[in-house]
C-alpha cells in the first residue's frame, strides 16, 4: 500500500536505520565507480601510445564486456568476502571494461591532420597526447561515465542480493523474502531516488567540462 510504503521511508528515515543503508549503498557505488572509470579510461587512452598493444587487447575487452558480470560476482564475493570490497570490485569489474572501451573509441576518433599540426610545428607525442588525444576523447569519456554510473548501481545491488547485511539491496532482498512488499516497495523507491541524482551529477560535470557540446546539442534541437 502506499501509505505503508511512505510510512516505512518516515519511520525508517528517522530512526537512521534507512540512512545507514542508504550511505552504505552510495559508499560502494561511489568507490567502485570512481576506481572502475579511472583506470578503465586511463588504459584506453594509454593504449594510444602502442597501436600493437591496442590491436592485441581489444579482442579480451569486446569478451570482457559481454560476459555477464553475475557469473563473475560470486567469484569476487569468495575472494574478497561479504564485506565492502567485494561490491566494490564487482562495481569495478564493470566500470573498467565499459571505461576502457570507451576511452579507446574516443582515441580512435582523434582528427590525425590536427596531431600532425602539432607534430609540424615541433610538438612532441606527448603534446599531441595531452592538447589533441585527451580533448577529443573527452566526450566518449563522459559518456561512458554516464553509462558507468548505472552499471555501478546495479553492480553493487547484485552483491548486496547474493551476500550482504547492509545496503538498499539487502533491503529489497531481506524484505522481499518475508513477503513485506511495502517495505521492498520503499527500498526500491530509495534506489530510484538515489539513480535519480547520481545521473544528474554526471550531467552536471559534462556540463563543466563540455559546454561547447551542450550549447551544440541545444542548437540542434531548435
Known amino acids: 500500500q502506499p501509505s505503508e510504503v511512505v510510512s516505512y521511508l518516515v519511520t525508517r528515515t528517522l530512526d537512521g ?12 557505488v561511489v568507490l567502485g565507480f570512481v576506481v572502475g572509470s579511472v583506470l578503465g579510461t586511463a588504459l584506453g587512452l594509454g593504449l ?15 569478451v570482457l564486456n559481454a560476459t555477464p558480470k553475475i557469473v563473475i560476482a560470486p567469484i569476487l564475493i569468495v575472494w574478497f568476502g561479504i564485506g565492502l570490497a567485494s561490491k566494490v570490485m564487482i562495481a569495478v569489474s564493470i566500470c573498467a571494461v565499459v571505461a576502457w572501451l570507451g576511452a579507446f573509441d574516443g582515441v580512435r576518433a582523434t582528427d ?21 588525444v585527451v580533448p577529443t576523447s573527452l566526450p566518449w569519456i563522459l559518456t561512458t561515465m554516464r553509462i558507468n554510473i548505472g552499471l555501478a548501481l546495479i553492480g553493487v545491488i547484485t552483491g548486496e542480493f547474493l551476500s550482504s547485511t547492509q545496503g538498499l539491496g539487502y533491503l529489497v532482498d ?5 513477503y513485506q512488499l ?7 523507491v530509495m534506489i530510484a531516488a538515489l539513480a535519480a541524482v547520481q545521473f544528474w551529477l554526471v550531467g552536471l560535470l559534462e556540463k563543466k567540462l563540455l559546454p561547447w557540446a551542450r550549447e551544440a546539442e541545444l542548437e540542434f534541437i531548435s
Open 17 to 28: 536505520y534507512l540512512v545507514v543503508n542508504t550511505w552504505v549503498t552510495v559508499y560502494e
Open 182 to 188: 511495502s517495505h521492498t516497495f520503499a527500498a526500491l
Open 112 to 132: 590525425t591532420d590536427h596531431a600532425d599540426m602539432v607534430r609540424a610545428v615541433g610538438g612532441r607525442k606527448r603534446d599531441v597526447f595531452f592538447k589533441i
Open 174 to 178: 531481506s524484505t522481499a523474502k518475508l
Open 48 to 62: 594510444w601510445w602502442s597501436p600493437y598493444l591496442s590491436r592485441v587487447l581489444e579482442p579480451y575487452a569486446v
